[in-house]
């Protein structure tokens, strides 16, 4: 089994310490997150993490109105936006491109689901979710990882594939993502192994579909 997956996410660490440094928009999303496993009530949690952060009144209100207009949903929104900035500025091993379709996503989807363990903690996050109550947000969320994590690894289909690729990309990041959640300690290897299942399993269907349609004489 390659280990350049574990290798990689292993040394995102350092990255993600010196980002939440520069960005004081970032400072404020990863003390929210914190505040919000205390309480539940958005507003309440904002004004701890403003008086935290010594934010003045007029720029607190610009915040709560232009960055988290619909509360849970906006925070969710601003944290996917933060992961794929972090995605999109780390590098790509030398040898991505002598990678396997397979492996490429692979290895996007085992360094998003570290990045974000890294930053916010998955179990945080599955209570954020919960605490939203909004089911067609997190689909939107998932989808919206599903494309970024295809746009990184080069896909072009504008066709029915577009969404067909994005749609199983979703099952296999979402159990990962309740997989990490299930693990009472985090381990890397034991993921890939897990993720690697998850493609596999997919792949076969696919080869099995395939087949299916040939013998059926619809291919």
Do not use: H
Not at 4 to 17: R, S
Not at 92 to 102: D, I
Request: positive net charge; contains cysteine.
């Amino acid at each position: 089994m390659n280990s350049i997956y574990i290798k990689k996410c292993g040394n995102v660490n350092l990255f993600l310490i010196n980002m939440q440094k520069i960005d004081k928009k970032y400072q404020i999303l990863l003390d929210l997150v914190d505040e919000l496993m205390v309480t539940t009530v958005f507003g309440f949690a904002f004004e701890n993490v403003a008086k935290k952060l010594k934010i003045n009144a007029k720029e607190k209100d610009k915040i709560l109105n232009n960055t988290f207009p619909n509360e849970y949903q906006s925070l969710n929104k601003e944290l996917n936006t933060l992961i794929n900035s972090m995605m999109n500025r780390s590098k790509k091993p030398k040898n991505f491109n002598k990678l396997r379709l397979n492996e490429k996503i692979k290895y996007f989807v085992i360094k998003r689901l570290a990045l974000t363990d890294e930053i916010f903690d998955f179990k945080k996050l599955a209570k954020l979710n919960l605490t939203s109550k909004s089911p067609k947000n997190t689909f939107k969320i998932l989808f919206d990882i599903s494309d970024e994590i295809w746009f990184l690894v080069g896909d072009k289909s504008l066709d029915f594939n577009f969404y067909s690729k994005r749609f199983i990309l979703m099952n296999i990041y979402l159990n990962s993502f309740l997989y990490l959640i299930s693990q009472k300690k985090r381990n890397l290897k034991n993921l890939e192994i897990f993720v690697e299942k998850q493609i596999k399993a997919v792949l076969t269907f696919g080869k099995l579909k395939s087949k299916f349609k040939s013998l059926a004489g619809l291919k």
